[in-house]
């Protein structure tokens, strides 16, 4: 299909492990976004990427989470040194245009990872 | 205060009844809104833009009261399809830069 994909669907990990996500934008899509989305939350925003420039990671909750999109296409969660509270459902977005105040974002499945 | 505010739920209605949800924003600022739908363990799909004039989309229709400072979501004729949870998105001016936030989501549940 031509959607957002996102592997691992699925990630469980031991406390301290370090996991990496990874989300394949529709292609062409120059906006790419990493949302973290708890039980019976919305999504919280974690960072943004326009073409491989990251633009704000305001929303990376420590120094543990690492993002990158290095040719400006698929991009990559690295959280390490996991920790039990970091057991979340992480989300992709992506937009075909720069973060515009009318641009659709078309979410992938998202990964679940749990932290023992 | 949070940035969106939604009420929970969930709202539990029969089936071809009228239900409407509020998100209410604090940011004055605020440029853009929408509303998305989750279904259980799925991923957010937008459903509908909210523009000032207001709009409509079937048994659907979204309204922004800037003054107050909140949009609504009407859904009419309820299907039971229409069980889900509804998100609303605010995307606000920063600086030079915009943000996304979401709220925690509305729960809708469709009864016979």
């Known amino acids: 299909g031509a959607g957002v994909s996102q592997s691992p669907r699925y990630k469980v990990a031991k406390r301290g492990q370090d996991v990496a996500l990874r989300c394949d934008p529709i292609s062409g899509h120059v906006s790419l976004f990493w949302y973290q989305q708890a039980l019976g939350q919305g999504p919280e925003f974690l960072t943004y990427?326009?073409?491989?420039?990251?633009?704000?990671k305001s929303g990376l909750p420590s120094d543990r989470f690492f993002a990158e999109r290095p040719e400006g296409s698929v991009s990559t969660l690295k959280i390490q040194r996991t920790q039990q509270e970091d057991s979340a459902v992480y989300l992709c977005a992506s937009s075909l245009e720069r973060i515009g105040f009318r641009e659709t974002q078309y979410f992938g499945p998202g990964t679940r990872l749990l932290v023992l | 205060r949070k940035e969106v505010e939604q009420d929970p739920g969930p709202f539990n209605v029969p089936e071809g009844a009228t239900v409407a949800f509020n998100c209410t924003y604090s940011?004055?600022?605020?440029?853009?809104f929408f509303w998305y739908r989750q279904d259980c363990r799925k991923e957010p799909k937008l459903l509908m833009s909210?523009?000032?004039s207001g709009n409509e989309d079937g048994r659907f229709t979204a309204q922004l009261n800037r003054a107050s400072q909140y949009i609504s979501l009407l859904i009419r004729d309820s299907k039971l399809s229409d069980s889900a949870t509804y998100l609303c998105v605010v995307i606000s001016l920063i600086s030079t830069a915009s943000k996304l936030t979401f709220g925690t989501g509305t729960r809708l549940q469709v009864t016979l």
């Open positions: 990427f326009q073409n491989e420039a990251q633009l704000d």
């Open positions: 940011n004055s600022a605020s440029q853009s």
């Open positions: 909210v523009y000032s």
